[in-house]
Each structure stands twice: as structure tokens, then as C-alpha cells.
């Protein structure tokens, strides 16, 4: 029998990136428009493809192969990684995906075998002064040469008014990277950690602002920042001062995903007590009025005023 291995090299910003992608689809957009140049509006379908692939090796066995992102927008199939480490092997393994992909949607015809690569991309949450802007791959045949790039997007180069500018939210979670090479400094001082914590203010109000004039959902609000936080968590995890400064974002207890929980379980199950037990959670735990719990809950108008009752 063939033998599958996972690829175990999952991070926890690839969870963060794949989680913001399943959840809040239309994030990416702005993304790939900066990548590829595109200009996609924000409301085009985000359609997701696999993101398991089979990659066969010498000795005959098989090893299990999972991409970060990989989904359609219109008639086109986009690949993007995130990548959280400098490696060599960074592009080999773009290579492998990209095959793969294309293979998925292969065309058989008359013995010509038709594939077409994906537009692939790769965001670097660290990078160096030699990070290239882009990669390439170049592949030789009897029939002559075939090359294509791939765009390497560099996460700390984006300032937030860049980010706010062009609509960069899926970038947000990912900003702390761009201070972290002082966090040593800033745990010696407080007041060394004043541009972080005045950057993070802006994030909080820039998305409160996105939120008000309906430019961005409630649920998509709290899962940014519920992702900041997993981020923090990760990334600062021997840092306490600068933890301290990022939950400038959000006042109380760090949640594990507590919008989608909740969403899922209260919503769901149906039962009043148990939507009102839901409700309160929530109203507690990410500091919102009733009104806002209910909105972000998806709450009928109808069930409204009994749920009032009950808080």
C-alpha cells in the first residue's frame, strides 16, 4: 500500500492566513490586486479549489502536500503562500504546488495533455535585503523555453496609511512583524513602546470607522483582531510589554475565534436561553452593546425585543 505524509511545516500564521481566507473571502481581494495588478472589485466571488495535493516521489510512495490558499476569482486560478521564514527551497516547492494545481484541472485530448498554471504569489511575513521582488521559473523543453514570475509581497514594506489606502486588511494580523526586531528594547521601556501602541490605536479605530460606514462587517472587524491576537500571542510570546501594548486593540480576555463560536453554537442550536446565554458572552467578552451582539449574530428583528427581556 502507498504510504501518505502530511507536510508538517504549517505555522501559526499559515493558520491565521488560511482562517482570515475560509472566513472572511473577500479580504484577499485587494491582495491579489495588489499583487498581479489586477482590479477586481471586492464583491467578485472568492471560490475556493483544493488545497490538498499528492506529490509522488522516487521511491514510489506518495506525500500529502497542503497549500496555504489556492481559489478562483472569475475565470482564473490564483496560489498564493504565506511564508513566515527565509528558504532557499521556497521556489522548488512553489514549483511542485503550481504542477499539481495545473494537473488538477488538466484537459486529454487526442494524446495533447493541456494544463494551466495558476497566477501564484507569495507574501513574506520576514524578508531580507536580499528577498527578491520576484521569483522565476524557467523551464526548458524540446520544444523551446517557458518562464513566469512570481510575485513575492513583502509584508513589512506596507505602512498602515499604505495598508488603510489600498484595503490591505488581510495584512493587519501580520503587522507586528514589521516591529518585531525591537522587542527586546521595548521590554526594557514603556515608553519605547509608544509608536506600537499608537499604530494599533489606528488599526482600532480605522476598523471601527470601516465598520460604522458599512464598508466592513462586524464579524469581519472582530475576526481581525481576533487574529492580531493570535498573532501577538505567537510572535511575542516571551515579550510581556509588548503584548501589553497590542491589547490596546481590543480591552478584555484574548478569545479563541469567540465571534465564530458563538455564531455557530447559539445561532444554531435555536434555543432563546441559549442565544441570550450567548449574547451575554459576547457582550462581555468583546465589550459590545446588545445591539451590536445581536447584529453580529445575524439575530431575526422578530427576536429582538424578547431577547432584551433577557439580558
Wanted: charged share 30%.
Amino acid at each position: 500500500m502507498e504510504k501518505c505524509e502530511k507536510n508538517l511545516s504549517s505555522t501559526p500564521y499559515d493558520d491565521v492566513f488560511r482562517t482570515l481566507l475560509a472566513d472572511c473571502r473577500s479580504l484577499i481581494i485587494p491582495v491579489i490586486n495588489e499583487a498581479f495588478g489586477e482590479h477586481y472589485s471586492e464583491d467578485e466571488a472568492v471560490e475556493p479549489e483544493p488545497n490538498e495535493h499528492f506529490l509522488n516521489r522516487q521511491d514510489g510512495e506518495q506525500e500529502e502536500r497542503v497549500t496555504d490558499s489556492c481559489f478562483r476569482i472569475l475565470k482564473k486560478t490564483y496560489h498564493v503562500e504565506c511564508q513566515s521564514t527565509l528558504d532557499n527551497t521556497m521556489i522548488v516547492r512553489m514549483f511542485e504546488y503550481d504542477t499539481q494545481i495545473a494537473l488538477t484541472h488538466h484537459q486529454l485530448e487526442d494524446q495533447v495533455l493541456t494544463v494551466r498554471f495558476p497566477e501564484s504569489a507569495v507574501m513574506y511575513l520576514r524578508h531580507s535585503s536580499k528577498t527578491a521582488d520576484e521569483m522565476r521559473i524557467r523551464i526548458l523543453t524540446r520544444g523551446g523555453e517557458v518562464s513566469y514570475g512570481i510575485p513575492v509581497m513583502k509584508v513589512q514594506n506596507y505602512s498602515l496609511d499604505e495598508i488603510f489606502e489600498k484595503r490591505l486588511l488581510f495584512l493587519l494580523p501580520f503587522y507586528l512583524f514589521r516591529y518585531e526586531k525591537q522587542f527586546r528594547e521595548m521590554d526594557s521601556s514603556e515608553q519605547k513602546l509608544e509608536p506600537l501602541k499608537n499604530d494599533y490605536e489606528r488599526i482600532r479605530q480605522h476598523l471601527i470607522g470601516l465598520e460604522e460606514a458599512g464598508q466592513l462587517t462586524s464579524y469581519s472587524k472582530v475576526l481581525i483582531v481576533d487574529m492580531i491576537y493570535k498573532v501577538m500571542e505567537n510572535l511575542a510570546v516571551r515579550h510581556p510589554i509588548v503584548q501589553k501594548g497590542v491589547r490596546a486593540v481590543k480591552g478584555g480576555k484574548v478569545l479563541d475565534h469567540e465571534a465564530k463560536r458563538i455564531k455557530q453554537s447559539g445561532v444554531e442550536e435555536g434555543s432563546l436561553d441559549t442565544l441570550a446565554t450567548s449574547l451575554r458572552n459576547l457582550m462581555s467578552n468583546l465589550s459590545v452593546s446588545s445591539d451590536e451582539a445581536m447584529k453580529l449574530l445575524g439575530v431575526a428583528e422578530s427576536m429582538k425585543p424578547k431577547l432584551k427581556t433577557m439580558l
